[in-house]
Antibody, heavy 117, light 108 residues
Framework: EVQLVESGGLVVQPGGSLRLSCAAS????????MHWVRQIPGKSLEWVSL????????FYAETVRGRFTISRDNSRNIVFLQMNSLTTEDSALYYC??????????WGQGTLVTVSS | EVVMTQSPATLSVSPGERATLSCRAS??????VAWYQQRPGQAPRLLIY???TGAPGVPARFSGSGSGTDFTLTISGLQSEDIAVYYC???????????FGQGTKVEL
Protein backbone atom coordinates (compact mmCIF):
# COMPACT_ATOMS: atom_id res chain seq x y z
CA GLU A 1 0.00 0.00 0.00
CA VAL A 2 1.33 3.41 -1.00
CA GLN A 3 1.90 5.68 1.98
CA LEU A 4 3.05 9.30 1.91
CA VAL A 5 3.56 10.98 5.27
CA GLU A 6 4.31 14.68 5.35
CA SER A 7 5.86 16.53 8.26
CA GLY A 8 7.44 19.86 9.09
CA GLY A 9 4.45 22.16 8.94
CA LEU A 10 4.57 24.92 11.55
CA VAL A 11 3.61 28.47 12.33
CA VAL A 12 6.34 30.75 10.96
CA GLN A 13 6.74 34.49 10.65
CA PRO A 14 6.67 36.28 7.31
CA GLY A 15 10.10 36.17 5.74
CA GLY A 16 10.94 32.96 7.53
CA SER A 17 11.92 29.55 6.23
CA LEU A 18 10.62 26.04 6.64
CA ARG A 19 11.52 22.61 5.32
CA LEU A 20 8.82 20.06 4.68
CA SER A 21 9.51 16.35 4.42
CA CYS A 22 7.55 13.50 2.91
CA ALA A 23 8.38 9.91 3.81
CA ALA A 24 7.28 7.43 1.16
CA SER A 25 6.66 3.71 1.41
CA UNK A 26 4.81 0.93 -0.36
CA UNK A 27 6.30 1.51 -3.80
CA UNK A 28 9.66 1.72 -5.53
CA UNK A 29 10.35 5.35 -4.70
CA UNK A 30 13.19 5.96 -7.16
CA UNK A 31 10.95 4.95 -10.10
CA UNK A 32 8.51 7.83 -9.68
CA UNK A 33 8.30 11.58 -10.08
CA MET A 34 7.07 13.30 -6.92
CA HIS A 35 5.06 16.48 -6.46
CA TRP A 36 4.04 19.02 -3.85
CA VAL A 37 0.54 20.48 -4.11
CA ARG A 38 -0.99 22.96 -1.69
CA GLN A 39 -4.48 23.90 -0.65
CA ILE A 40 -5.75 26.85 1.31
CA PRO A 41 -8.45 25.35 3.55
CA GLY A 42 -11.80 25.64 1.79
CA LYS A 43 -10.19 26.54 -1.52
CA SER A 44 -9.01 24.67 -4.58
CA LEU A 45 -5.70 22.93 -5.17
CA GLU A 46 -2.54 24.58 -6.45
CA TRP A 47 0.36 22.61 -7.89
CA VAL A 48 3.64 23.80 -6.36
CA SER A 49 6.59 21.75 -7.57
CA LEU A 50 7.80 18.43 -8.93
CA UNK A 51 11.04 16.46 -9.04
CA UNK A 52 11.76 13.70 -11.50
CA UNK A 53 12.60 10.18 -10.39
CA UNK A 54 16.36 10.66 -10.25
CA UNK A 55 16.20 14.25 -9.05
CA UNK A 56 17.68 15.42 -12.33
CA UNK A 57 14.88 17.84 -13.17
CA UNK A 58 12.78 20.11 -10.99
CA PHE A 59 9.92 22.45 -11.85
CA TYR A 60 8.08 25.11 -9.90
CA ALA A 61 4.90 27.14 -10.04
CA GLU A 62 5.45 30.80 -10.87
CA THR A 63 4.24 31.77 -7.41
CA VAL A 64 7.08 29.94 -5.64
CA ARG A 65 9.91 29.90 -8.18
CA GLY A 66 13.11 31.31 -6.70
CA ARG A 67 11.87 30.85 -3.13
CA PHE A 68 11.11 27.12 -2.88
CA THR A 69 13.46 24.22 -3.61
CA ILE A 70 12.38 20.61 -4.03
CA SER A 71 14.82 17.75 -3.50
CA ARG A 72 14.77 14.04 -2.79
CA ASP A 73 16.86 11.38 -1.10
CA ASN A 74 16.29 8.10 -2.90
CA SER A 75 18.36 6.21 -0.32
CA ARG A 76 15.85 7.16 2.39
CA ASN A 77 12.68 7.44 0.27
CA ILE A 78 12.10 11.06 1.25
CA VAL A 79 11.18 14.15 -0.72
CA PHE A 80 11.74 17.63 0.69
CA LEU A 81 10.42 21.11 0.07
CA GLN A 82 12.62 23.94 1.31
CA MET A 83 10.56 27.10 1.56
CA ASN A 84 12.25 30.48 1.99
CA SER A 85 11.01 34.08 2.11
CA LEU A 86 7.58 32.90 3.18
CA THR A 87 4.58 35.21 2.91
CA THR A 88 1.06 34.97 4.27
CA GLU A 89 -0.04 33.79 0.83
CA ASP A 90 2.01 30.62 1.35
CA SER A 91 -0.21 29.57 4.26
CA ALA A 92 -1.83 26.31 3.21
CA LEU A 93 -2.03 22.58 3.67
CA TYR A 94 0.87 21.09 1.74
CA TYR A 95 0.38 17.68 0.16
CA CYS A 96 3.07 15.37 -1.07
CA UNK A 97 1.95 13.37 -4.08
CA UNK A 98 3.18 10.58 -6.32
CA UNK A 99 2.90 10.63 -10.08
CA UNK A 100 2.27 7.70 -12.40
CA UNK A 101 2.08 8.19 -16.14
CA UNK A 102 1.85 11.99 -15.82
CA UNK A 103 -1.09 11.86 -13.45
CA UNK A 104 -0.96 12.30 -9.68
CA UNK A 105 -2.28 8.99 -8.38
CA UNK A 106 -1.60 9.07 -4.63
CA TRP A 107 -1.62 11.84 -2.04
CA GLY A 108 -0.42 12.16 1.52
CA GLN A 109 -2.60 13.60 4.27
CA GLY A 110 -0.85 16.96 4.22
CA THR A 111 1.05 19.17 6.63
CA LEU A 112 -0.20 22.62 7.61
CA VAL A 113 1.95 25.69 7.10
CA THR A 114 0.82 28.94 8.68
CA VAL A 115 2.68 32.15 7.97
CA SER A 116 1.71 34.77 10.49
CA SER A 117 3.26 37.42 12.66
CA GLU B 1 -2.03 28.51 -19.76
CA VAL B 2 -5.03 26.20 -19.73
CA VAL B 3 -7.87 27.21 -17.41
CA MET B 4 -10.23 24.50 -16.16
CA THR B 5 -13.74 25.68 -15.36
CA GLN B 6 -16.03 23.40 -13.38
CA SER B 7 -19.78 23.62 -13.12
CA PRO B 8 -21.91 23.80 -11.15
CA ALA B 9 -20.15 25.08 -8.05
CA THR B 10 -22.57 23.13 -5.87
CA LEU B 11 -24.77 20.21 -6.83
CA SER B 12 -27.59 18.96 -4.62
CA VAL B 13 -28.57 15.37 -5.32
CA SER B 14 -30.86 12.88 -3.60
CA PRO B 15 -29.48 9.46 -2.63
CA GLY B 16 -29.74 7.05 -5.54
CA GLU B 17 -29.96 9.78 -8.15
CA ARG B 18 -27.42 10.56 -10.85
CA ALA B 19 -24.96 13.43 -10.46
CA THR B 20 -23.39 15.00 -13.52
CA LEU B 21 -20.37 17.25 -13.07
CA SER B 22 -18.81 19.26 -15.87
CA CYS B 23 -15.32 20.55 -16.55
CA ARG B 24 -14.37 22.74 -19.50
CA ALA B 25 -10.82 23.46 -20.64
CA SER B 26 -9.93 26.81 -22.18
CA UNK B 27 -7.78 24.99 -24.75
CA UNK B 28 -7.91 21.46 -26.06
CA UNK B 29 -6.22 18.95 -23.79
CA UNK B 30 -7.01 15.74 -25.70
CA UNK B 31 -8.00 13.21 -23.03
CA UNK B 32 -5.39 14.23 -20.47
CA VAL B 33 -7.91 14.92 -17.72
CA ALA B 34 -8.19 13.42 -14.25
CA TRP B 35 -10.93 13.67 -11.65
CA TYR B 36 -10.32 13.66 -7.91
CA GLN B 37 -12.66 13.26 -4.95
CA GLN B 38 -11.94 15.10 -1.72
CA ARG B 39 -14.11 14.14 1.22
CA PRO B 40 -14.30 16.54 4.17
CA GLY B 41 -11.06 16.53 6.12
CA GLN B 42 -9.36 14.11 3.75
CA ALA B 43 -6.75 14.25 1.02
CA PRO B 44 -7.81 14.08 -2.63
CA ARG B 45 -8.27 10.65 -4.15
CA LEU B 46 -7.83 9.81 -7.81
CA LEU B 47 -11.08 8.62 -9.40
CA ILE B 48 -10.63 8.90 -13.16
CA TYR B 49 -7.63 9.45 -15.43
CA UNK B 50 -7.30 9.63 -19.18
CA UNK B 51 -10.75 11.28 -19.09
CA UNK B 52 -12.54 7.93 -18.79
CA THR B 53 -10.38 5.27 -17.11
CA GLY B 54 -11.31 4.37 -13.57
CA ALA B 55 -8.51 4.27 -11.02
CA PRO B 56 -7.98 1.01 -9.14
CA GLY B 57 -10.56 0.39 -6.44
CA VAL B 58 -12.95 3.09 -7.59
CA PRO B 59 -16.59 1.96 -7.60
CA ALA B 60 -18.18 1.40 -11.00
CA ARG B 61 -20.80 4.09 -10.35
CA PHE B 62 -18.11 6.67 -11.13
CA SER B 63 -17.55 7.22 -14.83
CA GLY B 64 -15.83 9.87 -16.93
CA SER B 65 -16.23 11.01 -20.50
CA GLY B 66 -15.12 13.71 -22.88
CA SER B 67 -12.22 14.80 -25.02
CA GLY B 68 -10.74 18.04 -26.20
CA THR B 69 -12.32 20.77 -24.08
CA ASP B 70 -15.45 19.29 -22.49
CA PHE B 71 -15.42 16.62 -19.84
CA THR B 72 -17.99 15.02 -17.56
CA LEU B 73 -17.87 13.02 -14.36
CA THR B 74 -21.01 11.01 -13.69
CA ILE B 75 -21.93 9.41 -10.40
CA SER B 76 -24.70 6.89 -11.07
CA GLY B 77 -26.70 6.23 -7.95
CA LEU B 78 -25.29 8.68 -5.42
CA GLN B 79 -24.44 7.29 -2.02
CA SER B 80 -23.92 9.22 1.21
CA GLU B 81 -20.19 8.47 1.10
CA ASP B 82 -19.97 10.36 -2.20
CA ILE B 83 -20.54 13.69 -0.45
CA ALA B 84 -17.35 15.51 -1.33
CA VAL B 85 -15.74 18.15 -3.49
CA TYR B 86 -14.71 16.93 -6.93
CA TYR B 87 -11.84 18.48 -8.86
CA CYS B 88 -10.77 18.07 -12.45
CA UNK B 89 -7.15 18.45 -13.51
CA UNK B 90 -5.62 18.70 -16.95
CA UNK B 91 -2.23 17.09 -17.34
CA UNK B 92 -1.72 17.63 -21.04
CA UNK B 93 0.56 20.42 -19.86
CA UNK B 94 3.71 18.91 -18.38
CA UNK B 95 5.29 20.08 -16.23
CA UNK B 96 1.94 21.13 -14.82
CA UNK B 97 0.94 24.76 -14.36
CA UNK B 98 -1.39 24.13 -11.45
CA UNK B 99 -4.42 23.72 -13.65
CA PHE B 100 -6.98 22.26 -11.27
CA GLY B 101 -10.59 23.33 -11.59
CA GLN B 102 -12.17 25.25 -8.75
CA GLY B 103 -14.20 22.22 -7.66
CA THR B 104 -17.82 21.07 -7.53
CA LYS B 105 -19.28 20.39 -4.12
CA VAL B 106 -21.76 17.51 -4.15
CA GLU B 107 -24.26 17.58 -1.30
CA LEU B 108 -27.36 15.67 -0.37
Amino acid sequence: EVQLVESGGLVVQPGGSLRLSCAASGFTFHDYTMHWVRQIPGKSLEWVSLITLDGGSTFYAETVRGRFTISRDNSRNIVFLQMNSLTTEDSALYYCAKEKGRVIDHWGQGTLVTVSS
Amino acid sequence: EVVMTQSPATLSVSPGERATLSCRASHGVSDWVAWYQQRPGQAPRLLIYGASTGAPGVPARFSGSGSGTDFTLTISGLQSEDIAVYYCLEYNTWPPKGTFGQGTKVEL
